[in-house]
């Protein structure tokens, strides 16, 4: 069975840092790529970065460029997401998501992605 569990959440000052850490187990996702995605109250869920995880290649979305790095550990089987100079509009819960192929392109939308964590909340308060 096929788990993902992100941690690393909370409360955070305008312009501190969070790193976020997903867990995977029940499958090896060292050669698929991985994303972080955010949906903060009554909006849509949106994406925030992914690793495509044999290359290590990077994409992220441009209101969370040069602030955000998203990671992979191999030893660990985690992916990582460090915040940096974090926003009051970076609240909302962070979900860690695994794709089951390879793909193509920027794989930036939430039908891309086959397993999904259960999320973790950030709040940033001004």
């Known amino acids: 069975q096929v788990q993902l569990v992100e941690s690393g959440g909370g409360l955070v000052q305008a312009g501190g840092s969070l790193r976020l850490s997903c867990a995977t187990s029940g499958r090896t996702f060292s050669t698929y790529p991985m994303g972080w995605f955010r949906q903060a109250p009554s909006k849509e869920r949106e994406f925030v970065a992914r690793?495509?995880?044999?290359?290590?290649?990077?994409y992220y979305a441009d209101s969370v460029k040069g602030r955000f790095t998203i990671s992979r550990d191999g030893a660990k089987n985690t992916v990582d997401l460090q915040m940096n100079s974090l926003k009051p509009e970076d609240t909302a819960v962070y979900y860690c998501?695994?794709?089951?192929?390879?793909?193509?392109?920027?794989?930036?939308?939430?039908?891309?992605?086959?397993?999904w964590g259960q999320g973790t909340q950030v709040t940033v308060f001004s």
């Open positions: 690793i495509n995880s044999r290359t290590g290649t990077t």
């Open positions: 998501a695994a794709r089951r192929t390879t793909g193509w392109g920027t794989l930036s939308t939430v039908g891309e992605y086959d397993y």
